[in-house]
């Protein structure tokens, strides 16, 4: 079905290029692991299964690791409406709608696809922000499920779980803790140069397509809702309140970072940022100054500047 979230031909464009080098990139790669390990079974059937585990069960992963639950409109009447109402706009299936019960203010899409998607936000994002707020960051996440982002992101971070795999099988298999020769070592050494190859391309590929991918969030959820200074106003709130919140409590959250609304890290300085998985809140805020403008709407909080 398509939905009434405005079509972004660069986020399409450089989804498709960036899922083709990493396309390139996979082939390559398994090529190799063919030649080392002489077992194109062995290789076909472990990188197969990941990814259709990856695939098909991202939403469970995510919502088991995020201590999520799946809740009904009888528990959450105001998270459904503005799903609803959303929805209602967008001309989109509604996803599933769940909540995680911690309190970095955050919240994430996950689900292959539209008609199996799943929205959820914790308890720390709904304590602190204004429905309008609220609005904007559901319309954020919307857009994901709309533009096929979380499935792209899914199949694209892939290849870099398989190669991490990998180097865990070359340090943790029999094959290696069992046999000293030469040639085990020359497959050892093969398999983890070949691994961490593949690991750094992938994660600069795919860190530079998500931050990409959060300002076209931004931009269709600020056009969908008429409220950029509503979603600007969210994104102030939750990036610095993330900051004042204690390391030890944002470590499980870290490993989806590239799901989240805002990063659990908070702001990325320096030579970081090109590594971040979201651009950071000038960026975001600067963008959503100048649709503000645009649509004749009052200033967005924090950008002075923007015209």
Not at 78 to 91: P, Q, T
Not at 224 to 253: C, E, F, M, N, Y
Request: net charge positive; glycine share 8%.
């Amino acid at each position: 079905m398509q939905s009434r979230f405005r079509s972004d031909r660069r986020l399409t464009v450089r989804m498709g290029l960036t899922l083709f080098l990493l396309g390139l990139l996979y082939v390559a790669f398994v090529a190799a692991l063919i030649v080392l390990l002489k077992s194109w079974v062995l290789v076909v059937v472990l990188a197969g299964g990941l990814l259709v585990a990856q695939y098909w069960f991202s939403d469970r992963i995510a919502l088991y690791a995020m201590k999520g639950r799946i809740v009904e409109r009888e528990e959450y009447p105001e998270l459904h409406g503005v799903i609803d109402r959303l929805c209602a706009v967008a001309d989109m299936p509604k996803p599933v709608v769940a909540v995680s019960d911690i309190d970095m203010p955050n919240a994430f899409a996950t689900g292959r696809n539209a008609d199996n998607a799943v929205i959820c936000v914790t308890t720390g994002l709904l304590r602190r922000l204004e429905p309008a707020e609220l609005e904007g960051v559901l319309a954020h996440e919307l857009s994901h499920v709309a533009h096929k982002d979380v499935a792209v992101i899914t199949v694209a971070s892939f290849l870099g779980v398989l190669a991490g795999l990998m180097v865990r099988f070359a340090f943790y298999s029999q094959i290696f803790r069992g046999r000293k020769d030469q040639n085990t070592l020359a497959v050892f050494a093969g398999i983890m140069g070949i691994s961490a190859a593949v690991y750094a391309i992938s994660f600069l590929l795919i860190r530079a397509l998500s931050r990409y991918r959060e300002l076209a969030a931004d931009r269709a959820a600020a056009l969908l809702t008429g409220k950029p200074s509503a979603l600007a106003s969210a994104l102030t709130k939750v990036d610095g309140d993330i900051a004042r919140i204690p390391t030890k409590d944002l470590r499980t959250a870290q490993a989806f970072n590239a799901f989240y609304f805002t990063p659990a890290t908070g702001t990325e300085p320096g030579i970081s940022k090109y590594f971040s998985t979201h651009p950071s809140l000038e960026q975001r805020l600067d963008q959503l100054g100048r649709i503000s403008a645009e649509l004749g709407e009052a200033a967005v909080p924090g950008i002075d500047k923007a015209g």
